[in-house]
């Protein structure tokens, strides 16, 4: 008897292994997703910008690494003595202008090196709801808790959505025409808003990803929403604000991402650079008498995956367990 609407996974004919740069960018799909493959030691970056949950800022952060964007005051909102860019998440704001624009432009420069490189880009919308700066008209990727009378808010439509991103999608393939781009919509219910305004609000991403499949530069699209939503439907796979994915949820999740995207052979690489990196967030109570032991069996399994994946970064990792022994 089958007790569960299973969603059927797409297929994908390129997969992920050690030699493939991937990006992730955008809501909370991006940042599970791209944290857990960041764990193995696979070559990720995620959401360089931080998280971003509207699509068009989504897409103004590409566009700027197609460009090479080179930051500049120009760049910078100031209010009450601290300096931000409403193009990222509030991590970056600064009271020293000069310190924030530095941190701009190495991230910038990451992300135009590694957007060119890239073989695979996962794009999470999360909310076709945008705030705009009244003073400017521009969208804005985050309010940076500043007074919201600053702000106009209003539901972007799927058309709307779906012509802006024709034009990054554009860009993409003429600067990389070999990555490979898969869509996703974030499962995070947005219920400051209402639960149908939530619902209207994602109708609309999934119709402007409906629209972009037909695109040549994308591959794809990754039902993480449709299995949080049919295959997950109680209340235990949600945290405890009840709205974003418990553990289990996004463990879930990686599982049916994993099985589309991972060969066995990187799967089971990716698990024991995981323990290893894991391992370092180990508590140890105890002195050298307990340390010692521990770090020698790490240093040791290091040692045993270098011997057989010598590509697989671990310099971290053995510093640190040899700093315990």
């Not at 300096?83 to 509030?90: F, V």
């Not at 070999?178 to 947005?190: A, D, G, N, Q």
């Amino acid at each position: 008897m089958e007790l569960r609407t299973a969603v059927p996974l797409p297929a994908s004919d390129t997969g992920i292994t050690y030699d493939t740069p991937v990006m992730f960018l955008g809501s909370c799909f991006a940042n599970e997703i791209g944290y857990r493959m960041a764990a193995g030691k696979l070559k990720v970056m995620t959401n360089p910008h931080g998280t971003l949950f509207n699509p068009f800022s989504v897409a103004g952060a590409l566009d700027r690494f197609v460009s090479a964007h080179v930051y500049t005051p120009d760049d910078i909102y100031l209010h009450q003595n601290r300096y931000m860019s409403l193009d990222h998440h509030t991590a970056f704001s600064s009271y020293d202008r000069d310190v924030l624009i530095e941190r701009l432009n190495d991230v910038s420069r990451a992300a135009s090196s590694l957007i060119r490189e890239a073989s695979f880009l996962f794009v999470t919308f999360g909310t076709s709801y945008i705030y705009t700066l009244r003073e400017s008209g521009a969208i804005v990727a985050n309010c940076h808790k500043l007074p919201s009378g600053l702000f106009d808010r209003r539901q972007a439509s799927w058309q709307e959505i779906a012509g802006r991103w024709r034009v990054t999608l554009d860009r993409l393939a003429v600067l990389n025409p070999s990555l490979k781009i898969w869509f996703t919509v974030s499962p995070v219910r947005h219920l400051s808003d209402g639960a149908h305004a939530n619902q209207l609000s994602k109708a609309h991403l999934l119709l402007a990803v409906e629209e972009l499949l037909s695109h040549p530069s994308v591959t794809g699209y990754f039902p993480a929403y449709e299995i949080f939503m049919d295959e997950l439907r109680d209340y235990r796979f949600y945290g405890t604000d009840m709205v974003h994915p418990s553990e289990t949820a996004i463990d879930y999740i990686w599982e049916k991402f994993t099985s589309v995207f991972i060969d066995s052979p990187t799967l089971r690489l990716w698990n024991e650079a995981a323990r290893i990196t894991r391992a370092m967030a180990h508590r140890i109570s105890g002195g050298k008498s307990e340390t010692t032991p521990f770090a020698a069996a790490m240093l040791e399994r290091i040692s045993d995956l270098r011997s057989r994946a010598p590509y697989i970064e671990l310099e971290t990792e053995e510093k640190y367990f040899r700093g315990l022994m």
